[in-house]
């Protein structure tokens, strides 16, 4: 199984600021299936990121992810009011599919 | 525009079975572009895969839960299915049903339900 350890657990940030969040693999994710996710309280997971460092479709691109192998980054340019929240990784790599344990960005 | 719908009892009692069943709108199960997925959350934690099958009824399953948990498809109502047995209250989570694509680069969660909350007690 592929452990996914995000950091920081959480990070407290301005808008306007950029936003840095790390996503690191017990194993390397072959062809960067990896993928990032937001939660906004009571809501569902929604997909922003997929292969690493592809934009879902209405993600702005504010957003952009990066990385391959073991260590993979999702970043915020600028960091707009309704980004604050918690952001998940997830390896599609190989089952079973693994999520981290999050990182929730909140407004300093 | 694809919609996913969680329904069942909000209250399981312990060692008792856990059953939940998604309804699919807007798309049709039985698209051979995806699998359909079950992921949980306890309050307040974060997100566990539990499963996923596609329309022909080939699963994949969490080796953690695998042994208690069954998830079928019914093709005819577009709903799939989660029973988890033998439920404690570890098991007490916000279950999600959410879509994947079947083919390996495109296995990442791209539409999910909004949940239903499951607690598990006496």
């Known amino acids: 199984e592929i452990v996914l350890t995000q950091s920081p657990g959480t990070l407290s940030l301005s808008p306007g600021e950029r936003a840095t969040l790390s996503c690191r693999a017990s194993?390397?994710?072959?062809?960067?299936?990896l993928a990032w996710y937001q939660q906004k309280p009571g809501q569902a997971p929604r997909l922003l990121i997929y292969g690493a460092s592809s934009r879902a479709t209405g993600i702005p691109d504010r957003f952009s992810g990066s990385g391959s192998g073991t260590d993979f980054t999702l970043t915020i340019s600028r960091l707009e009011p309704e980004d604050f929240a918690v952001y998940y990784c997830?390896?599609?790599?190989?089952?079973?599919?693994?999520f981290g344990q999050g990182t929730k960005v909140e407004i300093k | 525009q694809l919609q996913l719908q969680e329904s069942g009892p909000g209250l399981v009692k312990p060692s008792e079975t856990l059953s939940l069943t998604c309804t699919v709108s807007g798309g049709s199960i039985s698209s051979s572009f995806y699998y359909w997925g079950w992921i949980r959350q306890p309050p307040g934690k974060g997100l566990e895969w539990i499963g996923d099958?596609?329309?022909?009824?080939?699963?994949y399953h969490n080796p953690s839960l695998k042994s208690r948990v069954t998830i079928s498809v019914d093709t005819s109502k577009n709903q799939l299915s989660l029973k988890l047995s033998s439920v404690t209250a570890t098991d007490t989570a916000i279950y999600y049903c959410?879509?994947?694509?079947?083919?390996?680069?495109?296995?990442?969660?791209?539409?999910w339900g909004q949940g239903t909350l499951v607690t598990v007690s006496s």
């Open positions: 194993q390397s994710v072959t062809s960067s299936y």
């Open positions: 099958i596609y329309y022909s009824g080939s699963t």
């Open positions: 997830q390896q599609y790599d190989s089952s079973p599919w693994t």
């Open positions: 959410a879509r994947r694509g079947s083919s390996s680069s495109r296995r990442y969660f791209d539409s």
